[in-house]
């Protein structure tokens, strides 16, 4: 099995036991084998078919993206500046009901490109055509979460039909492209799913023996609309319907009140924090800081590049940090060191990758980038935590790897053509909007 080694590096581990380490790192086929510090042993530097000087760069676990509709990035700067409802219905779907599977594919490449460019090496999609999503997870390398969304404002027969449509890509992909790829359960909403179409899904969840991934209480209308038509706010309503009863993540989660925070903390529910596509929407922004301290795992999604417009989740690192502070008043809302465990740690155990990835120690996959810090927002080396949550960008991203294989070096994808993606995400978009 091949084993390469990188010395002379700076390593962000997030690992409570050695968070910092300046020094060495060997990786065997997929996964970390060993870390050290100071200078590599010479029985370690001999083992190595490979050594990479890592001189000037800042290496840390990939970022994990928990929430996101990749092929959108086809719709980005499509209809900004509009309320969810509107945005949504008069601009989004329309649009998205044209979309053929070779426009999820493109559009999901130019999503994939853009992780790969800013540092995520784990996203979760929830989508249509999800077998063209998969296709492109396989042939990027990156690491997936997938979902078919559903959406049950249908007749019966292709609620159904819809149903089987995500139980069967669940069977064919799970576990596939050396397990990179693993299924989810998606009811869109409660908001666009009847109840009994839930308890189906969360059915074929437990049969399938899957987690679950929703938006929920993402604007206060949707709230109220909820509340109107079964009697119960969002959170209470999911519970009735058993959606809790499986491993669970839920989008968005702005307008809880505090029972509903000692819900989900009691029923060990994920929170996807998207800051940014929040705001933008006008939708409000999440009890974060209540959430933590309920102990409730709060992770980072960029949503979708139309409602964002970009997929760097850095910006969602430093905006996580910064906006608690803002409406709070209170400086140590959230700390740099929490915010940039939402997009590692977090992420990782809100899609049962507890222990697998989010870390570099040894035993773990080795799904990494290294951010190239020879450049005047680094300096001086004071904390390079403090750095990476409020200097750092996707565009200082050099290097990513992802099970042991490197996806991008010096800023050269290695697993996709780029030239190519960009042309046909734009062929896409011009017969889209025709």
Not at 268 to 273: I, L, Q
């Amino acid at each position: 099995m091949n084993r390469w080694l990188i010395e002379n590096g700076i390593f962000v581990t997030m690992d409570p036991e050695r968070p910092k380490l300046e020094g060495w790192m060997a990786v065997e086929g997929r996964a970390i084998a060993a870390m050290g510090a100071g200078e590599a042993p010479e029985e370690e530097r001999a083992k190595a078919k490979e050594i990479v000087n890592g001189k000037d760069l800042l290496f840390m676990p990939g970022l994990i993206n928990t929430h996101g509709h990749a092929a959108m990035s086809l719709l980005r700067g499509l209809a900004d500046d509009l309320v969810l409802q509107d945005w949504l219905e008069n601009h989004m779907w329309p649009m998205e009901a044209k979309f053929t599977g070779d426009d999820v594919y493109w559009g999901t490449s130019l999503a994939a490109m853009e992780m790969i460019l800013s540092g995520t090496t784990a996203f979760v999609d929830m989508y249509d055509h999800m077998d063209r999503v998969a296709q492109v997870v396989e042939l990027s390398g990156l690491r997936a979460s997938l979902t078919r969304g559903v959406i049950g404002l249908c007749p019966p027969d292709v609620q159904t039909a819809k149903l089987n449509d995500a139980i069967q890509f669940a069977r064919d992909w799970h576990g596939q492209a050396d397990g990179r790829i693993r299924a989810m359960m998606s009811p869109h909403a409660p908001y666009t799913c009847p109840p009994d179409y839930i308890e189906r899904i969360v059915a074929a969840a437990h049969e399938l023996g899957l987690p679950m991934h929703t938006h929920m209480s993402e604007t206060a209308a949707e709230v109220a609309q909820n509340v109107r038509d079964y009697g119960v706010r969002p959170a209470e309503h999911l519970d009735r319907l058993g959606l809790f009863s499986r491993p669970a993540l839920v989008a968005h989660a702005v307008h809880l009140t505090d029972e509903e925070i000692a819900l989900l903390a009691e029923r060990g529910v994920a929170v996807s924090h998207n800051p940014v596509s929040n705001l933008k929407l006008a939708s409000g922004v999440a009890r974060v800081p209540d959430l933590l301290r309920a102990g409730v795992t709060v992770s980072l999604g960029t949503d979708s590049a139309a409602s964002n417009n970009n997929l760097d989740l850095f910006e969602e690192i430093r905006l996580a940090a910064l906006l608690h502070k803002g409406v709070s008043g209170d400086p140590t809302a959230v700390p740099a060191a929490e915010a940039l465990r939402m997009a590692t740690v977090y992420g990782a155990k809100s899609i049962g990758l507890e222990g697998v990835v989010g870390m570099l120690k040894p035993g773990m996959k080795a799904d990494f980038i290294a951010l190239s810090i020879a450049k005047a927002h680094f300096v001086p080396a004071t904390d390079y935590v403090s750095h990476l949550v409020y200097s750092a960008s996707g565009a200082d991203v050099a290097h990513v790897w992802v099970d042991g294989k490197q996806l991008l070096r010096n800023r050269e994808l290695l697993t996709m053509d780029a030239e190519r993606i960009r042309f046909e995400a734009q062929r896409s978009f011009e017969r889209l909007r025709q």
